[in-house]
């Protein structure tokens, strides 16, 4: 699990798709990215290219974009956050990605340096909340 980590750490800081690691479109359908990733391991498999450091770094790689696109709540995760949600959703759990993102939103964080006065106005049809700066 140690290098699933690092390959994914490095894929991050190299600013490399996992989708352009399996060559294919960020909209591919599980199918794809399954034909692709066999076509692939097959290629550059440590086994098939004795004595090739660099097929074997290909093959982690290949490997990790495989276990990311291929799970479902993963894809979903990488694909709205990219690299940064994929690391905090194996450290913090699907929670912790949203908790995340959303104490690093841009409404968030007006709302914590642009202190208001938050007021709860009824009227006859609806609560309507009010904003007003101190």
């Known amino acids: 699990m140690a290098h699933v980590d690092e390959a994914a750490r490095r894929l991050s800081q190299t600013g490399t798709s996992l989708y352009a690691v399996l060559e294919l479109k960020k909209g591919a359908s599980p199918e794809e990215i399954k034909k692709a990733y066999r ?11 004795p004595g090739n450091p660099q097929a074997a770094e290909v093959f982690k790689e290949i490997n990790t974009a495989h276990a990311i696109l291929s799970d479902p709540k993963k894809r979903k995760i990488y694909d709205k956050h990219g690299s940064l949600g994929i690391y905090l959703y194996d450290h913090y759990g699907e929670e912790g990605v949203t908790y995340y993102f959303t104490l690093n939103s841009c409404w968030f964080k007006g709302a914590l340096c642009y202190p208001v ?3 709860l106005k009824r009227g006859a049809s609806s609560p309507v909340l009010m904003l007003t700066p101190i």
């Open 117 to 119: 006065h938050w007021t």
């Open 39 to 49: 076509r692939l391991a097959l290629q550059y498999h440590p086994d098939k290219n």
